[in-house]
């Protein structure tokens, strides 16, 4: 089982940005499907965006939110843009082996391994 680590979460003013990081350990993520979901308190976790053969966002996120790859790094980015308040969550970094077009957001059990969460807070 590959092991996730997310990164790069923290306390920020609404508007402001933050920029998640999410490495395995094996492997490269050119061969992985990369999904990215975040759990407020008291709510379901829920889908953010998934990058694969394509790329799909939750319209929440839409046009504020970025996901990247680095291979030479072996890193996978989510940039997060203008945050707002209700963006505050324990954001999970999820992998599937694979890709796969996605038309439609994926569900939570299409991925294998899950790191252990960063936490965002924004702030108003």
């Known amino acids: 089982q590959v092991q996730v680590v997310e990164s790069g979460g923290g306390l920020v003013q609404a508007g402001g940005s933050l920029r998640l990081s999410c490495a395995a350990s094996?492997?490269?993520?050119?061969?992985?499907?990369v999904g990215w979901f975040r759990q407020a308190p008291g709510k379901e976790r829920e889908f953010v965006a998934v990058?694969?053969?394509?790329?799909l966002y939750a319209d929440s996120v839409k046009g504020r939110f970025t996901v990247s790859r680095d291979n030479a790094k072996n890193r996978v980015y989510l940039q997060m843009n203008s945050l707002k308040p209700e963006d505050t969550a324990v954001y999970y970094c999820?992998?599937?082996?694979?890709?796969?077009?996605?038309?439609?957001?994926?569900?939570?059990?299409?991925?294998?391994?899950w790191g252990q969460g960063t936490q965002v807070t924004v702030s108003s």
């Open positions: 990058d694969s053969l394509s790329t």
């Open positions: 094996r492997g490269t993520f050119s061969s992985y499907t």
């Open positions: 999820a992998l599937r082996w694979g890709g796969t077009d996605y038309y439609t957001a994926p569900h939570k059990a299409d991925f294998s391994s």
